[in-house]
């Protein structure tokens, strides 16, 4: 079985840069695709940026898009989201999240089956 253990939220001020890391440990398989969601309060779940393991292709949030920046390092099974230019509503809990959509249901929440506990960012103005 997956886990997901995200680490590097905190509280930034407008404008400033956070990094925020998510590690898969278990029976982890190539092949699947590893995202980012928030969620601010009273708001629902939001998809920011998404992976796949095996090749090049990403996906952002049109939120979030030439701001955030999705990587990974294959070897330490392990996807980071860079965040600049942060603004106050990005405040939220980003969530990691591990499955296997096709583009079609990339962005979808219901498209992945694994989650971690989530990682709190917040940004003041």
């Known amino acids: 079985q997956v886990q997901l253990v995200e680490s590097g939220g905190g509280l930034v001020e407008a404008g400033d840069s956070l990094r925020i890391s998510c590690v898969a440990s278990?029976?982890?398989?190539?092949?699947?695709?590893l995202a980012w969601f928030r969620q601010a309060p009273g708001k629902e779940r939001e998809f920011v940026a998404a992976?796949?393991?095996?090749?090049?292709?990403?996906w952002y949030g049109t939120s979030v898009k030439e701001r955030f920046t999705i990587s990974r390092d294959n070897a330490r099974n392990t996807v980071a989201l860079q965040m600049n230019s942060l603004k106050p509503e990005d405040t939220a809990i980003y969530y990691c999240?591990?499955?296997?959509?096709?583009?079609?249901?990339?962005?979808?929440?219901?498209?992945?089956?694994?989650w971690g506990q989530g990682t709190q960012v917040t940004v003041s103005s």
């Open positions: 999240a591990l499955g296997r959509p096709i583009v079609s249901t990339i962005r979808r929440i219901d498209a992945y089956g694994t």
């Open positions: 278990g029976d982890f398989i190539s092949g699947y695709t």
């Open positions: 992976s796949r393991w095996t090749n090049s292709n990403t």
